[in-house]
């Protein structure tokens, strides 16, 4: 086979070579959410290039947006905030206990790690264990040596660092409650260094009105709100009693359902405006990882939409999830973002907010971009208002590398001289 013949024969081959081979990944700060990557810098700002629920590496979100950057000036209970649900079941925690630990895990980072990445509340299970609380992943109200973590002052320890250091932000802690010692919970804070950020009950509002603004509370440095399933202790111990501050949707499996949000039953109707906070629970009654990712996606804003509709068009102020980090796009930070932005400024997204949160005057310039792609939650769709669903940004065509580039002009000219010569 002469050379001429040869070009001709292998000239399919080598252009395929050309135009496929040479397609790479976005990169230098364009990939969207969802797209290929390589490394975090390909990504696009606040995005973080992970294979956590995919087999290729793509942008993903990964922290919050500072929604207290953009502004801090309206109460608090106009503002949405990310919660872990079992915050402190942890996977991989080591046991302290000397028996291993087989219950289920909830979360993969460290209560730091959580606080760092932008979540603002946190739910503890406290128990008496050993002479001390413990936070334990267990059942029937009893701490076993295999449900227990750690003690729950390493936890508020953590809080405590992270709180001063960031002197502007404010934490939200749901303690489901099985501490039977009178006085030991309020105590337990104290020695953690906790009480010093306290909200007091006395300005909780009991009729449904607004709460204090954030910037009060950060000029006041009363930044932790707590709350306690035991009714009794708000008048022993000052802790306020959660329901009757939040109402709160039903947990696990059933608060999953697409379409429904009915409330659990500890709770008043969700619709009821005497009470100023929405705790929204999404996560299954068993929790896995790898489910999570697909939990976090689109089915996500379904439920959102759902709960919004049955609280009286009102938006969740805090929502809970597992595994706060697992989706295939945006996940439960552009969820949050998508409420901030309805709750503060009645826009799509937190990021289509005005400084002064204008009402309704939205730059949807600024929404992050989402790459489009099929229907079953991979990507997801978190980035629409719930109410009002919004198209997304298609992704990005296939770039080809300049060095194909080249090779596919010499092949082309090759071919036309061959073309030529016959």
């Known amino acids: 086979m002469d050379r001429g013949s040869a070009l001709v024969t292998f000239f399919p081959l080598l252009l395929s070579f050309a135009l496929f081979g040479g397609i790479q ?46 502004n801090n000036s309206m109460p608090f209970n106009k503002y ?53 609380i413990w936070l334990c992943h267990s059942f029937q109200g009893q701490c076993q040596n295999f449900t227990a973590f750690q003690p729950a002052i390493n936890t508020l320890r953590e809080i405590e660092t992270f709180m001063s250091q960031n002197p502007s932000e404010v934490i939200t802690i749901f303690i489901e409650d099985y501490v039977r010692r009178s006085n030991a919970v309020s105590t337990l804070f104290a020695n953690a260094g906790l009480r010093k950020y306290w909200f007091p009950v006395s ?68 619709d009821n405006k005497g009470v100023s906070l929405f705790l929204e629970n999404y996560f299954p009654t068993n929790p896995a990882d790898t489910q999570a990712c697909r939990d976090n996606s689109r089915p996500l804003s379904q439920v959102i939409s759902a709960c919004h509709n049955a609280a009286g068009n009102r938006w969740a102020n805090f929502l ?26 009645g826009c799509g ?47 990005s065509p296939p770039r080809i590398a300049p060095p194909m580039i080249g090779l596919l002009v010499l092949l082309l000219c090759s071919w036309s001289i061959l073309h030529d010569q016959q």
């Open 349 to 395: 997204d937190v990021h289509e907010c005005q400084a002064d949160l204008a009402r309704g005057v939205c730059n949807t310039t600024n929404t992050p971009q989402v790459a489009q792609n099929s229907d079953d939650g991979s990507p997801d769709s978190q980035q629409q208002q719930p109410s009002q669903p919004r198209s997304f940004p298609s992704t």
């Open 203 to 270: 300005r909780m509002p009991k009729d449904g009105s607004d709460w204090p603004s954030v910037a009060n509370m950060v000029a006041n440095n009363q930044r932790l709100v707590v709350f306690t399933s035991i009714s009794s202790k708000e008048s022993s111990e000052g802790i306020a009693y959660q329901w009757r501050y939040v109402v709160e949707n039903q947990y696990g499996d059933g608060g999953l359902q697409p379409g429904q949000c009915s409330k659990r039953a500890e709770s008043t109707a969700l």
């Open 80 to 132: 949405s905030w990310l919660t872990t649900h079992n915050s402190f079941s942890i996977k991989g925690s080591p046991s302290l206990t000397g028996t291993p630990i087989l219950t289920f895990d909830n979360q993969e980072d460290s209560v730091t790690q959580q606080l760092q990445n932008g979540v603002r509340g946190l739910m503890l299970d406290m128990y008496d264990f050993m002479n001390d």
């Open 25 to 70: 990944a976005c990169d230098n700060g364009q990939c969207k959410i969802a797209e290929s990557c390589s490394q975090t810098s390909d990504c696009m700002p606040g995005l973080a290039c992970s294979n956590l629920c995919t087999n290729a590496t793509r942008c993903l979100r990964t922290q919050s947006f500072n929604v207290l950057g953009l």
């Open 320 to 345: 809970a999830v597992d595994f706060y980090k697992r989706s295939t796009g945006g996940g439960s930070f552009q969820a949050v973002d998508v409420l901030n932005g309805n709750i503060l400024c």
